[in-house]
């Protein structure tokens, strides 16, 4: 037994809005083609809406940009 949680998540889509979240590591992941760097590189993501997208998912998925908008 592990203490990994295994969590059946898109990390594709947006934690807060579940829209595309554009993340490349994601798209990787899913075996998508995706070039870097991420667009997330060299934004800043504000405390609390990283806090607000830890707690609905543990910060498995990114947050997209339209929220980052939003909520900066
Ligand atoms: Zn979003």
Avoid: H, Y
């Avoid at 990994?4 to 889509?13: F, G, H, N, P």
């Avoid at 990283?50 to 900066?72: F, H, R, Y």
């Amino acid at each position: 037994m592990t203490d990994i949680i295994s969590v059946e998540v898109d990390r594709r889509l947006c934690v807060l809005c579940a829209g595309p979240n554009d993340c490349v590591m994601a798209k990787r992941e899913a075996g998508e083609e995706a070039e870097d760097p991420c667009w997330c590189v060299g934004q800043s993501f504000p405390d609390a809406l990283t806090k607000k997208a830890n707690k609905v998912d543990g910060g498995a998925s990114c947050i997209c940009l339209s929220c980052l908008e939003a909520g900066a």
